[in-house]
């Protein structure tokens, strides 16, 4: 039989895999080289009865009365649940569809047009709209807005920006907005849903490193810069690439760039998301996508969506189950706040 060198964890867990492990029996093994363990040649027979493994579609070892695969990696229930969603196989689709039905302070992880503070942005393009901004108008709000990160305090200083016509903005006037949100929600935080003096500030995005007021006010000091990246953006051909979106950040000449990290990404994004421009989810996009943070190119890889293909074959499963206009960055989406999830259970 072959055998695998490891430390003395995986030799821990090559015991329990073995022949002759039994359920409720501990045992630890020096040296795997002695053992009995094979799992490239075990034999299919044995993998009919009950055995205890790690299911790659479970994410925990358990007991099952079969197992299926190639390397005999899915438990008989999750292999038969694959089987009905039609699922092309995906080990990962299962955890996704339960996620689906999960939800934050900010509405339901799985797809950007869901979340809160995405509707408020759609919001304020609808108001400025309305009140006759051009469409590079709106991208230029909309750095300033998406700096607010929550529903309230976007739709609070939309209200306060759009009293000012498009043509007559300055830093100044800019400024004048944020200092009204500052003030309108000073103090407040809000934890599960409930609003108090204790929790995540309204104003602050938990994934950044800075406040929103900060960037705001460095945004505030490069007008110009911000006008010729909205009109950078609007000239981008649809569908989008990622590539094309954040080069068009370099004409501000200050908080964005062209650099593949969190901040730029999510604004990129974010934008699209208001405008409803659609994205061309090429290999080269979803590269960008996965490699956000090094939080999430290890998220893409336990998930099992870090190959272009793969992960397209997930987004075609929730386009089914979602929406037909499910792309790629609604995925990436979807990834970054399941770790979010994830990593906060875990710290329960």
């Known amino acids: 039989?072959?055998?695998?060198?490891?430390?003395?964890?995986?030799?821990?867990?090559?015991?329990?895999?073995?022949?002759?492990?039994?359920?409720?029996?501990?045992?630890?093994?020096?040296?795997?080289?002695?053992?009995?363990?094979?799992?490239?040649?075990?034999?299919?027979?044995?993998?009919?009865?009950?055995?205890?493994?790690?299911?790659?579609?479970?994410?925990?070892?358990?007991?099952?009365q079969g197992w299926y695969g190639k390397a005999h990696q899915y438990c008989s229930a999750a292999y038969v649940a694959m089987r009905r969603m039609d699922t092309g196989g995906h080990p990962k689709c299962m955890e996704f569809m339960t996620a689906m039905s999960v939800e934050?302070?900010?509405?339901?992880?799985?797809?950007?047009?869901?979340?809160?503070?995405?509707?408020?942005?759609?919001?304020?393009?609808?108001?400025?709209?309305?009140?006759?901004?051009s469409e590079e108008e709106q991208v230029f709000g909309l750095f300033l807005a998406l700096q607010w990160y929550t529903m309230e305090a976007i739709a609070y200083w939309s209200s306060e920006f759009l009293r000012t016509p498009a043509a007559q903005h300055t830093g100044q006037t800019c400024l004048m907005a944020m200092e009204g949100v500052v003030s309108a929600f000073k103090g407040i935080k809000r934890r599960n849903g409930k609003y108090g003096s204790t929790g995540s500030s309204l104003l602050r995005n938990p994934s950044e490193r800075n406040p929103g007021k900060k960037r705001y006010s460095q945004l505030c000091e490069h007008v110009a810069g911000m006008r010729r990246a909205s009109e950078a953006l609007c000239k981008v051909p649809q569908p989008l690439k990622v590539k094309d979106m954040l080069q068009a950040l370099n004409e501000i000449n200050g908080e964005y760039?062209?650099?593949?990290?969190?901040?730029?990404?999510?604004?990129?994004?974010?934008?699209?998301a208001a405008m409803d421009w659609r994205w061309q989810d090429d290999e080269d996009s979803w590269t960008r996508w996965r490699s956000m943070s090094g939080g999430m190119k290890a998220k893409c890889k336990s998930l099992l969506v870090w190959e272009y293909r793969e992960a397209m074959r997930m987004r075609d499963e929730l386009r089914k189950k979602i929406h037909d206009k499910y792309s790629l960055a609604d995925l990436i989406c979807f990834v970054c706040l399941m770790r979010k999830k994830s990593d906060a259970m875990a710290n329960v």
């Open 1 to 64: 039989m072959s055998s695998c060198m490891g430390g003395p964890d995986r030799n821990q867990r090559a015991a329990e895999d073995c022949r002759c492990y039994r359920p409720g029996r501990t045992r630890k093994v020096r040296n795997i080289r002695s053992h009995c363990f094979s799992s490239v040649s075990r034999s299919a027979d044995s993998m009919s009865k009950n055995v205890t493994r790690y299911c790659h579609s479970c994410n925990r070892r358990h007991l099952s």
């Open 104 to 133: 934050d302070d900010s509405g339901p992880i799985s797809a950007l047009d869901s979340r809160k503070d995405i509707q408020a942005l759609k919001l304020f393009v609808m108001l400025a709209k309305a009140k006759n901004y």
């Open 257 to 272: 760039d062209d650099r593949v990290c969190y901040k730029n990404m999510r604004a990129v994004r974010s934008i699209a």
